[in-house]
């Protein structure tokens, strides 16, 4: 009786522990990568230099890119495979804007959503460097979190 008993256990935990693992991929398989992992956007009229740093557990380094980012245009880094595992992780960006202004944002990730920095966005009270979040909710398009 117990070895059978063993066996419905076995069987039940490999049935959740696939169901979970599905659950948890099956929207980056079907959709693939909605959104960017994250996208500047330059309201200004100048160049600017943009360093972005995502930072994960225990502060590691996992993204530094700098980028040359001229008026009116932007630039985006691509979701890559490394975040289809870990979307429950907290991550920590760091931009630093002409080698002088630090912002930093902190949040999870996943398919539907990004971080959206805005340089210069004069309308806004986090002048000059604007990094919050955007999600694409299905049915109701792009939302943003910020004003």
Known sequence: MKPKRMTVIAVILVFLLSGFY???TFSYILFGSLLPLYSIYNKDDTRHEVVV???????????????SVGPGSGADYPKTFWFKFNRWTDYRYEVNLDNET????EGKTDNFKKVHIVLYDEDSEYYPIVVD??????????????D
């Open 22 to 24: 599905i659950y948890s």
């Open 53 to 67: 740093e995502v930072l994960g557990v225990y502060n590691q380094s996992i993204i530094k890119e700098k980028y």
């Open 102 to 105: 630090v912002r930093t944002y």
């Open 133 to 146: 979040e955007m999600s694409f909710e299905l049915g109701e398009g792009r939302k943003w979190d910020y």
